[in-house]
């Protein structure tokens, strides 16, 4: 075969072996990226700085706003401690009910 011919077909065959190196290279990259550990790790990274930033903007929002923090903090103590807040309540109101003999009934405070 002439050279003059054969040098642009061993050209071609190079840049065939390298865009094939290339891919190969590429996928071999993917593959790697899409394992399930690799995305198991990856959502995991960006869960944890999510919630940092979140943390953060909570503590922001309560140095801004004290007084509300610390309301809504009651409020949902109070919420989370309802039953035995009414529980409580309830028997203090049954004990108030209650005459000294034992007998139920309204006790007038006033009347002595």
Request: proline share 5%.
């Amino acid at each position: 075969m002439n050279p003059r011919a054969t040098a642009p077909l061993e050209r071609a065959q190079r840049e065939a072996e390298t865009a094939r190196a290339r891919l190969a290279s590429t996928l071999a990259a993917l593959q790697e990226r899409l394992r399930p550990s690799a995305l198991a790790n990856q959502a995991w990274t960006e869960v944890r700085d999510k919630s940092s930033e979140l943390a953060d903007d909570a503590v922001e929002a309560v140095k801004q706003r004290p007084l509300a923090a610390s309301g809504l903090v009651a409020g949902v103590i109070l919420y989370l401690a309802r039953q035995p807040l009414l529980s409580a309540a309830s028997r203090l109101w049954s004990k108030d009910d209650e005459e000294p003999d034992g007998r139920e009934g309204a006790i007038s405070r006033d009347a002595g």
